[in-house]
T-cell receptor, first 118, second 115 residues
Framework: AQKITQTQPGMFVQEKEAVTLDCTYD???????LFWYKQPSSGEMIFLIY??????QNATEGRYSLNFQKARKSANLVISASQLGDSAMYFC???????????????FGKGTKLSVIP | SQTIHQWPATLVQPVGSPLSLECTVE??????LYWYRQAAGRGLQLLFY??????ISSEVPQNLSASRPQDRQFILSSKKLLLSDSGFYLC??????????????FGPGTRLTVL
């Protein structure tokens, strides 16, 4: 079963409007982290925002906010006041602790392609 | 501040040839290091990770291997490339200790085409 599901292969948004990118996750681990990354056409993965499973408040970073609904296992990314430079692929990822691994592992969704229309 | 470098940026190789991709991190010590592959139109697949020099864990059995000869250097290799090795290879690092050891920061990637 997929651990990270992004149901929107592509999204369009008008410049200056807000947009929500969906992400649902599946884990039985009580401690986990959720991440969003942006991948422009250049290919580099850019870290945007992080939400820990025990965090009480929704994470925010500038124009990015994460709508974390723990009971529904969803971690949607909200981008406010979209800009042309926001056009990119967006990936949701989850961190689970692997016993004995000594490091954290990220599992990625398949991504959503966001296109911002002037 | 920390930076991560990968080279080459682009590579075209014939089937059966060897491969060596290099990743180096600056501005941090004892990082955790990761190699991912992204096939066209897909998400990222973790290939290898390392928590220290000479310590390599493989996530997916395949034609590739990884080595960490120095603290901030991570190398992805193959003795004989297959067509299925084509893809976009991303190196990432995360802090080995301290706060936010789970956040991974990615390099610019290497686009590999095997013909």
């Amino acid at each position: 079963a997929q651990k990270i599901t992004q149901t929107q292969p592509g999204m369009f948004v008008q410049e200056k409007e807000a947009v929500t990118l969906d992400c649902t996750y599946d884990t039985s681990d009580p401690s986990y982290g959720l991440f969003w990354y942006k991948q422009p056409s250049s290919g580099e993965m850019i870290f945007l925002i992080y939400q820990g499973s025990y965090d009480q408040q929704n994470a925010t970073e500038g124009r990015y906010s994460l709508n974390f609904q723990k009971a529904r296992k969803s971690a949607n990314l909200v981008i406010s006041a979209s800009q042309l430079g926001d056009s990119a692929m967006y990936f949701c990822a989850m961190r689970e602790i692997k016993s004995g691994a000594g490091s954290y592992q990220l599992t990625f969704g398949k991504g959503t392609k966001l296109s911002v229309i002037p | 501040s920390q930076t991560i470098h990968q080279w080459p940026a682009t590579l075209v190789q014939p089937v059966g040839s060897p491969l060596s991709l290099e990743c180096t991190v600056e501005g941090t010590s004892n990082p955790n290091l990761y190699w991912y592959r992204q096939a066209a139109g897909r998400g990222l697949q973790l290939l290898f990770y390392s928590v220290g020099i000479g310590q390599i864990s493989s996530e997916v059995p395949q034609n590739l291997s990884a080595s960490r000869p120095q603290d901030r250097q991570f190398i992805l290799s193959s003795k004989k490339l297959l067509l299925s090795d084509s893809g976009f290879y991303l190196c990432a690092w995360s802090p080995g200790t301290g706060a936010r050891t789970d956040t991974q920061y990615f390099g610019p990637g290497t686009r590999l085409t095997v013909l």
